[in-house]
T-cell receptor
């Protein structure tokens, strides 16, 4: 079974631009979560989608948004990029909601660099 | 607020030896889960071990085991017979009823041959 895939793997943008990252979950998984990983802040939860609905959201500004499609693929968008948005963005999928009973499987991440 | 603290940014251990990674957490809830995740240099994060707060028995997965001290809010990871493939960043994490996962800052583990 194919794992979680994220595209693109690397991205370079300039301040003020917007970016869209894509995540394809493991087949059959309906929950997709997004995380931002930086050396200073570590891993921070962005949001979670289940069956096309945002179920949970972390403490990020409105410039960060996401959506999930009917095939469970998810995209996250960052508008008006800032230098501080440079990070590794990780996507994770699980069979259902609640991480307690359903293991999260992570993708390789998208490395975003904002110049 | 839920917090997870890993006080050791980096650790080193000789191959075949045992190492313990520390983690403390803070939560006001009684129903929560704790996790250890491993992120090798290739960056794909994988779940190492999971502990349910209401279970007193410490979780074990092959060479990986935890020491869960609920009253002290401590959740350390012990790796026995360390192997070169264990070199990675290890993250401790917790999840409350709201199902948000909060991660610690991580501990980078080096395995010395």
């Amino acid at each position: 079974k194919a794992g979680v895939t994220q595209t693109p793997r690397y991205l370079i943008k300039t301040r003020g631009q917007q970016v869209t990252l894509s995540c394809s979950p493991i087949s059959g998984h309906r929950s997709v979560s997004w995380y931002q990983q930086t050396p200073g802040q570590g891993l921070q939860f962005l949001f979670e989608y289940f069956s096309e609905t945002q179920r949970n959201k972390g403490n990020f500004p409105g410039r960060f948004s996401g959506r999930q499609f009917s095939n469970s693929r998810s995209e996250m968008n960052v508008s008006t990029l800032e230098l501080g948005d440079s990070a590794l963005y990780l996507c994770a999928s699980s069979l259902a909601i609640s991480y307690r009973n359903n293991e999260q499987f992570f993708g390789p991440g998208t490395r975003l660099t904002v110049l | 607020a839920q917090t997870v603290t890993q006080s050791q940014p980096e650790m080193s251990v000789q191959e075949a030896e045992t190492v313990t990674l520390s983690c403390t957490y803070d939560t006001s809830e009684s129903d929560y889960y704790l996790f250890w995740y491993k992120q090798p240099p290739s960056r794909q994060m994988i779940l190492v071990i999971r502990q349910e707060a209401y279970k007193q028995q410490n979780a074990t997965e092959n060479r990986f085991s935890v020491n869960f001290q609920k009253a002290a809010k401590s959740f350390s990871l012990k790796i026995s017979d360390s192997q070169l493939g264990d070199a990675a960043m290890y993250f401790c994490a917790s999840s409350n009823r709201d199902d948000k996962i909060i991660f610690g800052k991580g501990t980078r583990l080096h395995i010395l041959p």
